[in-house]
């Protein structure tokens, strides 16, 4: 079982920037990777995206492309999401996500957080 904490959520203008964190404890030699998810007021949930532990991989939606970057700190167990350039529709309960090893799922999610983009 991992647990996840996000942080860093807040209240920007469109074209400013925020940094996202993401603290993992538990079992984390169980991840082989994670993620960041958002989900807007009346959409489904969206992949945003994802890093690897050990591959040095990383993964983006195309709506962010360009504008978002994904680091780790595994000495911290931290992930973190830079977003840059941010849009009104960025606006969005921000998930962290690890995941599972054995299923190759993202099976252990965060609280959330809240990113609020103004135009």
């Known amino acids: 079982q991992v647990q996840l904490v996000e942080s860093g959520g807040g209240l920007v203008q469109a074209g400013g920037s925020l940094r996202l964190s993401c603290a993992a404890s538990g079992r984390t030699f169980s991840s082989v990777g994670m993620g960041w998810f958002r989900q807007a007021p009346g959409k489904e949930r969206e992949f945003v995206s994802a890093i690897s532990w050990s591959g040095g991989s990383t993964y983006y939606a195309a709506s962010v492309k360009g504008r978002f970057t994904i680091s780790r700190d595994n000495a911290k167990n931290s992930v973190y999401l830079q977003m840059n350039s941010l849009k009104p529709e960025d606006t969005a309960v921000y998930y962290c996500?690890?995941?599972?090893?054995?299923?190759?799922?993202?099976?252990?999610w965060g609280q959330g957080t809240q990113v609020t983009v103004s135009s």
């Open positions: 996500a690890a995941k599972n090893q054995l299923t190759l799922t993202f099976d252990s």
